[in-house]
């Protein structure tokens, strides 16, 4: 995928991403990857997502359990959220997509 990058007072740089089902490859600009290495990086956030559904619903959660129910819509980025209802429920809930890394680098 071509990314044009202007460039202050040297005008537009062609640039060639490379993009793979783990993420776009940095390796070409992250100066200490190594020889031989590919780097890339994956962002749950980038994934299809229904926040907007989920915030909808969660404003209008008449108690915890709609509450719940709309926070397991919402996936990206993970949040933090607190629930306060007039009959005295108290909640928190971590919430959100957190990637789970393997012990050792995918090596292609």
Do not use: C
Not at 2 to 30: F, H, M, Q, W
Not at 36 to 60: H, I
């Amino acid at each position: 995928m071509d990314e044009p990058i202007k460039v202050k007072s040297n005008g537009i740089i062609d640039y060639e991403v490379t993009v793979t089902r783990l993420g776009p490859v940095i390796s070409k600009i992250a100066a200490d990857s190594g020889k031989g290495t590919v780097l890339s990086l994956q962002w749950t956030a980038l994934e299809p997502s229904k926040e907007l559904e989920a915030s909808l619903k969660m404003n209008k959660a008449a108690d915890w359990n709609q509450f719940e129910q709309a926070l397991e819509l919402f996936h990206t980025p993970a949040q933090n959220f607190v629930f306060a209802s007039p009959d005295g429920t108290i909640a928190y809930k971590a919430n959100g997509k957190i990637p789970i890394r393997k012990k050792k680098p995918l090596i292609f």
